[in-house]
């Protein structure tokens, strides 16, 4: 009764376009009035202590380090590196796209910010060229998805606090992943540019792409040093994102020099509002998260899907599933942060390994973001991109089709995941 109670709150409430921080607290006290031991103390303590997290503090140092290279010219550095290798083929700013999310995947971890630094870029080079803006728009914000997968990865980090997992490992988990998912985006991409008979881009002098790579080096070496120094233990994930702040401020002003002192007050701005937004809904999620276990929930769950234990291949097809769902009405972080402690207990009695199902969790909401009618990273398309919602839409679904392809792959073959994860981590 109390999972109805509690997926029935949370989804009226949705409905009524409340903010999801705001959704979770009333969930809170609709399931603590629910089990009659109501404590407006209780969900405090928990909010506080859901956002008193040495992982967590990660996001803040990420989130900083993607406002300052979106200010700067970081990621324009990145956008000519990939012109300079891929542009002149056909259809070549395409691939421009998906190479160029690969490599800002390795600065930012964010879907949303990749599709908006991204895509005020190349959605109108790509218009000027006589690309439809709807189709480029879709492509934009597809490649973004990249960003959460590559490390370093915000959700990686939320999955990693929420479930217990190692997220120097969930890291590691998720280079070939996200590399799979850049090639089945190119495969794509390859057919619609043959079919619209795509014009090739520009063709670089050996001189002018030495010179360019030559101002791209300082960019490149970012995700080299995040995810090495994580690899090697020199720093952890958290550090790691104090790393990319200092290395940012220092390449943005005094190396590229287009970052003023008088330009950090409303980029600490901007990042503390950001950051604000997902720890209110962090330290919600913890706080109904921990009532969840109180009501028992997560054993209601594994009673539901427990008949499946003894496939694990079962499991996990219906498991996402439930996720593909969810991700259509919920944002990425709050559905991690309250059902990665549901569905764990389930997921370590079937014998999955947690670093595994992370990656699938992760890259399962991920794709929630680009399908309606809650995909974030489809609104900040349509804003970047200035097109509708349907025009958007009706242009995506080959790469929503190429990215649940990779999401089908990697269930029924684990070892896509398991295998370079050893290779990274020996």
Known sequence: MALGVFFGSLFLLLSLGIPIAVVLVLCGIILMLFLGNFDAQIIAQNMVYGANSFPLMAIPFFMLAGEIMGHGSLSKKIVEFAMVLVGR??????????????????????AVADTAALGSILIPLMAREGYRRDVSTALVASSGLIAPVIPPSIP?????????????KLFMAGIVPGLILATALMITWTIIARKNNYAKGKAYTTAEAIQVFKESIWALLMPIIIVGGIRFGIFTPTEAGAVAVV?????SMFVYKDVKFRHLPPIFVAAAKGTAVVMFVASAAMAVAWLLTVAQIPT??????????????????????FLFLLGMVMDLTPAILIFAPVLMPLILKAGIDPVYFGIIMVLNLVIGLITPPIGTVLYVGCGVGHVTLVELVKKIWPFLLAELAVLALLIAFPE????????FTK
């Open 89 to 110: 083929i056909k259809g070549g700013l395409g691939y421009v796209v998906v190479l160029a999310s690969v490599l800002f995947a390795g600065l930012s971890g964010s």
């Open 156 to 168: 990686m980090i939320v999955f990693g606090v929420t479930a217990g997992v190692s997220i120097t």
């Open 247 to 251: 290395y940012a401020l220092l390449v």
């Open 300 to 321: 209601q769950v594994a009673e539901l899907f427990g008949s499946l234990a003894a496939s694990p291949i079962m499991l996990l097809i219906a498991i996402n599933i």
């Open 416 to 423: 896509l995941v398991m295998t370079p994860l050893g290779w």
